[in-house]
T-cell receptor, first 114, second 113 residues
Framework: DAGVIQSPRHEVTEMGQEVTLRCKPI?????LFWYRQTMMRGLELLIY????????DSGMPEDRFSAKMPNASFSTLKIQPSEPRDSAVYFC????????????FGPGTRLTVT | GENVEQHPSTLSVQEGDSAVIKCTYS??????FPWYKQELGKRPQLIID?????GEKKDQRIAVTLNKTAKHFSLHITETQPEDSAVYFC????????????FGTGTRLLVSP
């Protein structure tokens, strides 16, 4: 199994541009999580899906952030317009259904907004 | 409510010494307590976890203890090695529905040879 796949691995963009981060969960996992990691805030949960349905998006910072999961094998996190304070590592994680299973993290996308 | 406090934020030990990281939580409904290790530039990876029906769990040089009454749990690493150097995160989750993991703020462990 290839594990959780994220793309791109690195993204550098200018303030005001739209950024789209992509995630492919492990096959058979129907829970998907988006996290943001910074030195100041640590590891923050932005949103999570179960069976492609958003369950909790209370961690999404503001309306500039949106996430979708159109099918069981693909999710996107979009930032529009991007700002320098959005610079962070964004991780996607997936797990089997239910509360008793490990979350497997992807390699992350390092986003730099200049 | 949901809150996990983790201490210390940094920990330096000599190779061969033991290291202990402690976490305190507030949600009495929490039933699952994993620990993740994140090496520099890498993703967090689960190293050990414990559920509320168990007080202690060991896996070679690492162990986790849980005190539900006091609402705290700890990670113990014995005979530390330089490759144990990383950031360690505790987390907690309710054992119902699709509840999310709430992570601690992390402990940077440095093991000096």
């Amino acid at each position: 199994d290839a594990g959780v796949i994220q793309s791109p691995r690195h993204e550098v963009t200018e303030m005001g541009q739209e950024v789209t981060l992509r995630c492919k969960p492990i096959s058979g996992h129907n829970s998907l999580f988006w996290y943001r990691q910074t030195m100041m805030r640590g590891l923050e949960l932005l949103i999570y899906f179960n069976n492609n349905v958003p369950i909790d998006d209370s961690g999404m910072p503001e309306d500039r952030f949106s996430a979708k999961m159109p099918n069981a094998s693909f999710s996107t996190l979009k930032i529009q317009p991007s700002e320098p304070r959005d610079s962070a590592v964004y991780f996607c994680a997936s797990s089997l259904p239910g509360p008793n299973y490990e979350q497997y993290f992807g390699p992350g996308t390092r986003l730099t907004v200049t | 409510g949901e809150n996990v406090e983790q201490h210390p934020s940094t920990l330096s030990v000599q190779e061969g010494d033991s290291a202990v990281i402690k976490c305190t939580y507030s949600d009495s409904a929490s039933n699952y307590f994993p620990w993740y290790k994140q090496e520099l530039g890498k993703r967090p990876q689960l190293i050990i976890d414990i559920r509320s029906n168990v007080g202690e769990k060991k896996d070679q040089r690492i162990a986790v203890t849980l005190n539900k009454t006091a609402k705290h749990f700890s990670l113990h690493i014995t005979e530390t090695q330089p490759e144990d150097s990383a950031v360690y995160f505790c987390a907690q989750r309710r054992n119902t529905g699709f509840q999310k993991l709430v992570f601690g703020t992390g402990t940077r462990l440095l093991v000096s040879p």
